[in-house]
């Protein structure tokens, strides 16, 4: 029996205990971290879209609902763990964040999130074309202050400032207060197209990569939901489900990043926690393969 397999039984097993047999009157409401407002937002459509299929895969009776209000990562992830009204978000993790969180660890970008295009102003591709990497690490850029990219290009030699507001950091890079913005694979590009007017591109050349997981997260005491998150994600795996929505979303974007013809800058995670799976080669991205 293969390890999935072996952990999906003792899953269901769980699962099987704490729901009871007579099941619920209603579906229980879960509240993931995607607001009503932002549903129309390319970037939320596949974790959205893998989150209904991960429960449906666990049969479990559960009514998936959007959260009410915009909020920033660090709010967002104060809110879950106080259980004030939120029962998962999806995001990078680390150790600070399986400390207060319970995560699952199954990552559902296979890794994607690691893997980061530059984001410049038109006017400097000629520049950062010419650059090398040594260059390129002195170069100005910037990461938000709170999440892990910060430390881990800091850790690597990064010339990078801490931004606090999201749309402020992309009009830092159109008044040329930096050179370049790395964005996951997953993100350059709608966040190109909502931006057509600030004069933007994807550098030609580079591609940053260090070993990521974006997981799912909820409440730290909440077994019950992360066992049927993890049994539906497994189930998905096992029966290809889960590869078919991931390209799906992105296979366009794996094309259109063509990291066979760049030169990839290997980067070291410091903060990446001992248990992330990354000898499980069948969860992870392979750009060789391009899925």
Request: aromatic content about 8%; some cysteine.
């Amino acid at each position: 029996m293969s390890v999935i397999n072996t952990r999906l039984c003792l899953l269901l097993l769980c699962l099987s205990l704490l729901f009871p047999l007579h099941g619920r009157a209603e579906p229980k409401q879960v509240i993931y971290s995607w607001p009503m407002s932002m549903l129309s937002d390319a970037r939320g459509s596949y974790p959205i879209a893998l989150l209904h299929l991960a429960i449906e895969k666990s049969g479990a009776d559960y009514q998936l609902v959007p959260s009410g209000q915009v909020m920033s990562q660090h709010r967002t992830l104060r809110q879950l763990g106080s259980s004030s009204g939120l029962d998962v978000v999806w995001t990078m993790t680390s150790p600070e964040r399986e400390k207060e969180l319970r995560p699952i660890r199954i990552p559902i970008d296979r890794g994607l999130i690691g893997w980061r295009l530059l984001l410049i102003h038109q006017d400097n591709e000629e520049k950062i074309l010419q650059l090398d990497e040594k260059h390129l690490k002195t170069s100005p850029s910037v990461q938000g202050n709170d999440w892990p990219d910060y430390p881990i290009l800091k850790a690597n030699n990064f010339r990078v400032l801490a931004g606090g507001d999201f749309d402020a950091m992309f009009k830092m890079l159109q008044a040329k207060r930096i050179d370049y913005f790395p964005r996951s694979l997953t993100e350059v590009w709608p966040e190109l197209q909502q931006r057509p007017g600030m004069s933007l591109a994807v550098a030609p050349k580079w591609v940053l990569h260090y070993p990521a997981a974006l997981y799912f997260f909820v409440q730290k005491d909440n077994i019950e939901l992360a066992n049927a998150l993890e049994i539906g994600l497994l189930r998905a795996i096992e029966d290809g489900s889960m590869q078919q929505l991931f390209s799906q979303h992105f296979s366009s974007a794996i094309q259109q990043a063509d990291l066979k013809s760049r030169t990839v800058i290997q980067l070291t995670n410091p903060i990446l926690p001992a248990e992330t799976p990354l000898k499980n080669k069948a969860l992870w991205f392979d750009p060789q393969l391009g899925y």
